[in-house]
């Protein structure tokens, strides 16, 4: 699976939009983003993933470059409750049955 | 309704104990796994079953050997327990193998190696 990048961590304003940055230099025409998040003491979270298209959902849209090496995670309205570390995952089909996960971005919403 | 439940969700115990985590998904997913957590926070993949059948098996001592009675079940047991085991142990599901299936965890099982 491709490596990613992703800032150690970022601050938000509360009622802002967060937009968490991913680098992925690497990734082949078969692999899709993911994004997870893990709040303290949970498990990861499921969030979005997309292979070149931009997608959008309740919890946050996701935006693809198109020479698809870097993509962002948008919050729209960050809440207190969406501090957490966001975990950006490159995934190929060839590898399809397990995730590999970095060390992510912490993002803090701040009041 | 919680869609991948573990149980215990703390287990402290001492070292050379057996002991075993449970799994349960009521997602009607194929696929299930176990992912451990380390004190840096990094989750590294231990088992996968698809449909019963192991499908990935990590570089993992074998003590730790998985169980899956059924495709809504994967369980975990473990012997002699050693200090280098205390770690979050996480289940997970997923409708099949496929490369655009999500997974979905549980809360986690925080186990303590005394």
């Known amino acids: 699976d491709a490596k990613t990048t992703q800032p150690t961590s970022m601050d938000c304003a509360e009622g802002r939009a967060a937009n968490l940055p991913c680098n992925h230099s690497?990734?082949?025409?078969?692999?899709?983003v993911y994004w997870y998040r893990q709040i303290h003491s949970q498990g990861p979270q499921y969030i979005i993933h997309g292979l070149k298209n931009n997608e959008t959902n309740e919890m946050a849209s996701l935006i693809i470059t198109e020479d698809r090496k870097s993509s962002t995670l948008i919050l729209p309205h960050a809440t207190l409750r969406d501090t957490a570390v966001y975990y950006c995952i490159v995934r190929a089909s060839g590898s399809a049955r397990q995730l590999t996960f970095g060390s992510g971005t912490q993002l803090t919403v701040l009041p | 309704d919680t869609a991948v439940s573990q149980t215990p969700k703390y287990l402290v115990t001492q070292m050379g104990n057996d002991k075993s985590i449970k799994c349960e998904q009521n997602l009607g997913h194929d696929t299930m796994y176990w992912y451990k957590q380390d004190s840096k926070k990094f989750l590294k993949i231990m088992f996968s079953y698809n449909n019963k059948e192991l499908i990935i098996n990590e570089t993992v001592p074998n003590r730790f050997s998985p169980k899956s009675p059924d495709k809504a079940h994967l369980n975990l047991h473990i012997n002699s327990l050693e200090l280098g085991d205390s770690a979050v142990y996480f289940c997970a599901s997923s409708q099949s193998t496929g490369v655009a299936q999500p997974q979905h965890f549980g809360d986690g099982t925080r186990l303590s190696i005394l």
């Open positions: 690497t990734i082949s025409g078969n692999e899709y």
